[in-house]
């Protein structure tokens, strides 16, 4: 079963909603890390939520060059082929 | 020395392609019923071998302590992330591996006493090398593996500093962050950089030297600001002493005991507490990584249930971090086993501690188990453990009347039952270890007695030899009486110490020490803001958790000019450090300096919370369109 990019956007902005204080708007180039002002725990649990949901792992040395939404759908599809 | 053969148990395969270490990529996962059927010949190591008696850190050198561990049965489990046991590397194995592996380290062109600088990820590879720099006499400085989203530039950063600040000769990594880690070196000068499967190539036709009783272990990077890291330097004399407290004094272990760690092995707790002394004490650990306990914080709890594990340590965050993530699970894992749950690396939270234990009642856990302890990287690791077996010891003092006499004197049972704004709890935290002598001085120097809170000081066998090629670090800390400045606060209580917080501005987020000065020099480096212009320090909320605020002084009062820089400072203080802020907008000259023209961290705090230091007031449109009218006019 492939899983579209529009899917997975869908998806990821869902599991984010619940960091998203600011109430900003959630987009491909919203950049993780610092657009939304989460602390460093709290990104592995939402790390924790995407690898559970497409049942991947996501390395660290990935994670630490992931910025963007947009950079996390790419990872997301790379995990899952 | 000890003779001792290199045998293998047939049980126990440690043979695996050094990918299985890591996180299974999609090709090779695994539920976790298949991983456990697929190794079903895999078998933990047991708690204690017969026959063997158990000798409690009593050596003279780490190699002196392998050498006899490798007689037992006992050594190191690793589980994967999702809880299955991944690699058994009993201590007879490691010690192979490590005589080994020196051998290839000193073919690569090392030269005895030369510093490599390893990652420290949780795996037996990481071990490996540690204990084969050991055999070679080459000093092993671990390094961080550790990352946040989006933060591979600060990670390159901050470990180039650190190789540098021990002059590194060659550097070892695992292959997943080898670009990272090249990268790195290149910044440090460093061309010797090999990842494990590479020096794992090389043929193992080196000498072997081992470090003797007089000489250094390894370098420790301290808990210090990132942008000037420091190495501490550990002698063999401080770990072995060190270690033989820890098992002797603080934890009374026994054949009995079976230890258990998410902490990261870069860090003094988990290097030391959870690797080198149960390694002293042929005592069984088994592991899993700290990014997997981080993303799973439950699973630390069910595999310590599975392997009914009796000692394990933890920032008071982690117990935190996992009572909230239990959910309905605690009622079917046991936790009775567990005799000591070990506090260390923040401040004691009575109030998480309350609540780990009521919701893992049901799991039979005792809070007896509780241990709070004190200790730091410049003392090796350990300097005081509470009481075993016994209840949290918990002082309820006067706040206003700490802060007037700075003497901690008990709150009166009104004030603690009606008004709990006016106390604050300290936990104390135990007596120094024997051998070892703990004061409190004031600012004068003079020793201080019992309830009277000033900066504590240390001295005995454990303490660092030195901060690594760093003099004026080194001369700041120790006296001429060979007393070291901990740099923490805190009060004598029945020969207990209490602590009360540090007297250097350093700020506690989640058990990681953050230091102001790294975020203030990151957020400088925004176009427009000038050094000087930033004061970031650590503000407690009721509970004893800091909150990162940074003050910035600003040229403009244009709401836009203003939100933009708002924004732009978290995302700086969120790359450069991983947390997140409250960003205050002040006026131009309003953050204090000292009289040598230093940013006063501390005063700019107090007149912040005083009020005193406020956001500044943002210009109405229509005022902005009259001013430059009055300029021109005026």
Redesign the interface.
Known sequence: MSVSREDILAKLVGLLQRFNTNNIDLTETTDISTDLNIDSVAVMDFVMEVEDEYDIDIPLNVLSETHTISDLIGVVEGQLK | MFYCPDRVCEHVITEQKPAEF?????GN?LTIMQVIQGNEQLRRTPRKTPGLNQILGNFKTITEALDYAAWGDTGFNFYS?RGALQTVMPYSQLRKKARETGRKLMNTGLERGQRVSVVAETGPEFMIVFFGCQYAGLVPCPLP????????EA?VNRVAGMMQAADASAVVTTA??E??IREAAEIAGISNVMTHEELQSVAPDGDLKRFEADEVAYIQYSSGSTSAPKGVLISQKAITSNARAILEHGLEITSEDRAFSWLPLYHDMGLVGFCLAPMMGQTTVDYMAT?AF???PALWLKLMSDNKSTVCFAPS?GFD?ASRRINGSAAEIDLSSWRIAGIGGDMVRPDVLEEFTSRLAVAGFDPKAFLPSYGMAETTLAISFARLDSEIKIDVVDKARMKLSQCAVPASDKDITLHPEKVRKFVACGKVLPGHEMIVRNDKGEVLGEREIGKVFIKGPSLMSCYYLNDEATSEVFGADGFMDTGDMGYMLDGQIVLTGRAKDMIL??GRNIWPQDIEWAVEQIEGLRSGDVAAFGVEDENGEEHVTVLVQCRSREPQVLENLR?EV???V??SS???CDVVLVPTRSLPFTSSGKLSRAGAKSRYLSGEIAEIAVAPAAVEVQVPQMAAVG
């Open positions: 890591r996180y299974p990529g999609r996962k992330p593996y550790s990352m946040h989203i989006g933060g591979r990670y997943d962050i670009s990272h990014p981080a993303r799973r965050f971090l987020h989640n924004h978290s995302q700086v969120h790359r991983g947390v997140e």
